[in-house]
């Protein structure tokens, strides 16, 4: 039975993602939040499974998006690859920062996030094209501040990557694929990361490693890769503007929620 509330889970979070055009992590640890409260998980590991949990599923399915960006030629792997260097010691500072927080003070933190990724879309707020590329130190630089700022929210970067590269001039397709590719280093560093923070926290329950729950990330992984591709055909028969402020009342909501 809990497996297959994974299962719903999954094909919900992918199906919104596909639908909204935002990381799975965004949709993937509040629901996490929420389940893993509901099956009684000590209220100061749950949130960092949540949160662990997610980055594990991202490693999953960012690898599809990646390979759909890449077909079309749209991922600038020059600009990957000296963010990644920063990403990698960003994302494990993250993961650090995280353990040192208590479980309520970091679903606060998410809540914060949360609310302030829902005023973005609800007004469509987008940086403008000014200043061009930095060279390799401040591609790591940025790197860093995403991977840090992503091991802490759960998300593979998305809401964080995209609006730098645009802001750096690179056109929208390429930032969104390049982001799609940064997400992968997040989510694997991020998921390892909490692993080890947690490994030997009394409190996990059984089928956890660390801060990663196994049948939450198998359940969520295997469905919503699946359904990822149906939101983003069921995007297209629907009005972007009205869904992605249907989207950013539910994150608010959850924000406030998570606040209280």
């Given at each position: 039975?809990?497996?297959?509330?994974?299962l719903?889970?999954?094909?919900?979070?992918g199906?919104?993602?596909?639908?909204?055009?935002?990381?799975?992590?965004?949709?993937?640890v509040?629901?996490?939040?929420?389940?893993?409260?509901a099956?009684?998980?000590?209220?100061?590991?749950?949130?960092?499974?949540?949160?662990?949990?997610?980055?594990?599923?991202?490693?999953?399915?960012?690898?599809?998006?990646?390979?759909?960006?890449?077909?079309?030629?749209?991922?600038?792997?020059?600009?990957?690859?000296?963010?990644?260097?920063?990403?990698?010691?960003?994302?494990?500072?993250?993961?650090?920062?995280?353990?040192?927080l208590?479980?309520?003070?970091?679903?606060?933190?998410?809540?914060?996030?949360?609310?302030?990724?829902?005023?973005?879309?609800?007004?469509?707020?987008?940086?403008?094209?000014?200043?061009?590329?930095?060279?390799?130190?401040?591609?790591?630089?940025?790197?860093?501040?995403?991977?840090?700022?992503?091991?802490?929210?759960?998300?593979?970067?998305?809401?964080?990557?995209?609006?730098?590269?645009?802001?750096r001039?690179?056109p929208?397709?390429?930032?969104?694929?390049?982001?799609?590719?940064?997400?992968?280093?997040?989510?694997?560093?991020?998921a390892?990361?909490?692993?080890?923070?947690?490994?030997?926290?009394?409190?996990?329950?059984?089928?956890?490693?660390?801060?990663?729950?196994?049948?939450?990330l198998?359940?969520?992984?295997?469905?919503?890769?699946?359904?990822?591709?149906?939101?983003?055909?069921?995007?297209?028969?629907?009005?972007?503007?009205?869904?992605?402020?249907?989207?950013?009342?539910?994150?608010?909501?959850?924000?406030?929620?998570?606040?209280?």
């Open positions: 039975m809990e497996f297959l509330i994974y719903v889970l999954g094909g919900f979070a199906t919104l993602a596909g639908l909204f055009g935002v990381g799975g992590g965004m949709i993937i509040p629901v996490l939040v929420y389940s893993f409260a099956q009684g998980f000590p209220v100061e590991v749950l949130t960092h499974m949540a949160v662990g949990t997610s980055l594990a599923t991202i490693a999953f399915t960012s690898i599809n998006a990646i390979r759909a960006h890449h077909l079309k030629g749209a991922v600038r792997w020059h600009l990957f690859v000296w963010m990644t260097v920063g990403i990698l010691g960003g994302t494990l500072l993250g993961a650090w920062t995280a353990s040192l208590e479980g309520p003070s970091l679903q606060r933190i998410i809540g914060v996030f949360a609310i302030a990724v829902a005023i973005q879309m609800a007004f469509d707020l987008k940086p403008r094209a000014g200043q061009d590329v930095p060279g390799k130190p401040g591609l790591a630089a940025a790197g860093g501040v995403i991977g840090w700022a992503s091991a802490i929210f759960g998300i593979g970067g998305g809401s964080l990557t995209v609006p730098f590269l645009v802001w001039s690179v929208m397709q390429q930032a969104v694929a390049t982001s799609s590719a940064c997400g992968l280093p997040i989510a694997i560093a991020g390892l990361s909490f692993m080890v923070t947690g490994w030997n926290n009394p409190s996990l329950p059984e089928w956890s490693m660390g801060y990663v729950y196994l049948p939450g198998v359940g969520i992984a295997a469905t919503s890769m699946l359904f990822a591709g149906f939101g983003a055909r069921l995007a297209h028969r629907l009005s972007q503007r009205v869904l992605k402020r249907l989207f950013a009342l539910l994150l608010t909501g959850v924000g406030i929620n998570f606040l209280m």
